[in-house]
């Protein structure tokens, strides 16, 4: 029988081992459809925009059913789809969305021990890997008439979350084992007004709020938590969230999570906001110190990109992707991609392994794409369904969740060999 490498990676997180979204694999299919390289596909209960987490055998997954009213970790067989477990909650209240979300729109993130997945207004939960609930927390509702996305990140012994957005937003770092907050920082007062630069400018009602994830960054002197607030991104220390530096620049409404390229946060702001670059490493406002370059308006984005050998790929909701030179910010390239589906939108966020980028638009294809400053399409892979989600990359496997389904993708012809 197929079964994991010694050396195949988890997918412990919606970013990945990382936190960067990029594998350290290589060998993962370029090209498949419904009848080519499909390991298996397992039937969902309803849509969402969540995406799976990988550890060795297992493949997890956030999941909302009945309108919101059923909440729910489902725990899948990796080698064959199955469903081991599910565990759910009851949640009765009325919680807003936009139509194009989902509840439980977070993914969840695993450190090998123990699951642990927001429900959004109906609370945060810590499972075992039997699916048992250990502890939850209630954090009271999300209060966005546009609903919420923030996914929760570990670092070290911390689970760090981002309660958001709306009004009551705030980041709080929990000790894992327990749940109990170890600290807690309330998003900054924003009053974002008709002088915005984005979407919104001249609308004094414009949206405001922030769907990112925090992310951690090395800078060689310290570990920052970053995060990317509206109007701001701003650096925390991870054992006290004592605030580190704070930079300006962004527009009131951040869709994409911040980042990384030597030793610098980029940050993109949603809703055609600027694009900013600010060195890590200082303290207070850096905003006229460390503030490396700000773009003018840019594409309508919402999904996260990737960045590679001081390349910068991000996507965009009409299709196209574009290349930026992470140093300058410059343009590099420009292309719409065009899939053979009604929908090229992408909403999703990519994935790097190697030099090949993954990422699914809104009629379900994977493009790949060369991680290269020269435009470059590998493939587009059709599954015949709509997706808002991200790619889960683990020991050459590939898993995608659709709206109906969830896929294990993988060369057929290699796993045969194995097995």
Known sequence: MFSLSAHGE??????????????????????????????????LPERGNSSPIVWEDRVFLSQAEENGALRSLMCFNRADGRLMWKSEIRYARPESKHETNSYCAASPVTDGERIYVSYGSAGFYCYDFSGRELWHRNFGPHQHQ?????????????????????????????????????????????????????GFA????????????????????????????????????????????????????????????????????????????????????????????????????????????????????????????????????????????ANNAIWGSAVLAGDHIFVVNQSGETIVLKADAQFEVVSINPLGEKANTTPALSDGEIFVRTDTQLWCIADTQRSASLR
């Not at 960067?20 to 993962?28: C, G, T, Y």
């Not at 709080?172 to 998003?187: F, N, P, S």
């Open 10 to 43: 988890n997918w412990p997180s919606w970013r990945g081992p990382n936190g960067n979204s990029a594998s350290s694999e290589r060998l993962f299919p370029t090209t498949w459809s419904k009848g080519k390289n499909i390991k298996w596909v397992v039937p």
């Open 202 to 341: 001249g609308n004094g009602n414009g949206m405001v709020g922030s769907f990112a994830s925090p992310m951690v960054v090395d800078t060689g002197r310290r570990e920052e938590l970053v995060m990317t607030f509206p109007e701001s991104i701003r650096s925390f220390d991870l054992a006290s969230g004592k605030e580190f530096w704070r930079c300006s620049g962004l527009n009131p409404l951040v869709y994409s999570s911040p980042l990384w390229s030597d030793g610098a946060v980029i940050a993109m702001g949603g809703y055609f906001g600027p694009m900013i670059s600010v060195r890590a490493g200082g303290m207070g406002d850096v905003t006229g110190t460390h503030r490396l370059w700000k773009s003018g308006k840019t594409p309508h984005r919402l999904g996260t990109g990737v960045v590679s050998d001081g390349l910068v790929f991000v996507f965009d909701r009409p299709g196209f992707a574009q290349c930026i030179d992470a140093k300058t910010g410059e343009s590099l390239w420009q292309e719409r991609v065009r899939g053979q589906g």
């Open 146 to 198: 546009w609903g919420d996305g923030s996914s929760p990140i570990l670092s070290g012994e911390l689970c760090v979350f981002f309660h958001g957005p709306g009004p009551g937003s705030f980041l709080v770092a929990m000790d894992k084992r327990t749940g109990e907050t170890v600290w807690k920082i309330d998003q900054p007062v924003v009053a974002a007004g008709p002088e915005r630069e984005d």
